[in-house]
């Protein structure tokens, strides 16, 4: 092998050093781990800042209500969901500071509601299932309180964002529909199968009852037909003169 022959290198095997990149590049990735890290403290600090999500369990002859610190002008949304129980059915009620009733449904299934706050103060809403008297409900509620924040905090500039800032927040916003998307098919999936375990208790009572009544048919015919080819000894009484 001649000494040419050390030249060539496949190119993925080539590793190339940060210290050797030329200055522009060397910007560019800067800027790229900056906006990694902005984002990931946007994440950390205002993910779960704006929204409550909550499965709870709400038994027979019971209400629950909960309770939201809210500005006034601010877009709030109201999603909610029964996951189990009975006919899937809840009410629900929806106040704002001043008790003045802004929703209320009764007996639902899911529903949402969006509004504007016009003051204030605490809200609160509440779920009822007061009209059931043996069956508890499982029901699931997401309250998002205002707008989400800005990815970056320089998002609303003037200027356009960067090609790295731009694909952050596409891939932001796709991944918020992927959680979306997520949490509607796990309360389908917890749905059917609630209802596939209720569907299969039925048919097991059903077999259970169908058997029985087979086994009591079955041995009052064997009693009835020993009836039939039973000999019956006759008695003779003499009455005496």
């Known amino acids: 092998m001649g000494s040419n022959d050390r030249k060539y290198c496949p190119r993925r095997y080539q590793i190339i050093s940060l210290a050797i990149l030329p200055p522009a590049k060397m910007r560019s990735f800067n800027r790229a781990v900056r906006v990694l890290v902005q984002m990931l403290w946007a994440h950390l600090l205002f993910g779960w800042a704006f929204g409550s999500e909550l499965t709870f369990e709400l038994p027979d002859n019971a209400k629950q209500c909960f309770y939201e610190d809210i500005i006034i002008g601010t877009k709030c949304t109201l999603e909610f969901q029964v996951v189990t129980g009975g006919h899937y059915d809840v009410d629900c009620r929806l106040e704002d500071a001043d008790g003045t009733v802004l929703y209320k449904e009764m007996k639902k299934q899911y ?9 204030n103060g605490t809200y609160k809403f509440c779920f009822s299932n007061e009209f059931s008297t043996f069956t508890h409900k499982t029901v699931y509620f997401d309250f998002q309180v205002g707008e989400d924040p800005p990815l970056f905090p320089n998002e609303n500039r003037v200027t356009a964002l960067t090609q790295m800032e731009s694909a952050c927040v596409s891939i932001h916003e796709a991944l918020k529909s992927v959680i979306d998307y997520q ?9 059917g199968r609630s209802r596939a375990e209720d569907l299969n208790t039925r048919v097991a009572f059903w077999s259970i009852g169908e058997a029985f009544i087979l086994l009591v048919v079955s041995i009052s015919q064997v009693v009835l037909l020993r009836s039939f080819f039973s000999d019956r000894k006759t008695t003779t009484t003499r009455v005496g003169s």
């Open 183 to 191: 949490t509607h098919f796990r309360l389908r999936e917890a749905q």
């Open 111 to 119: 529903d949402s509601f969006t509004f504007t706050a016009a003051k």
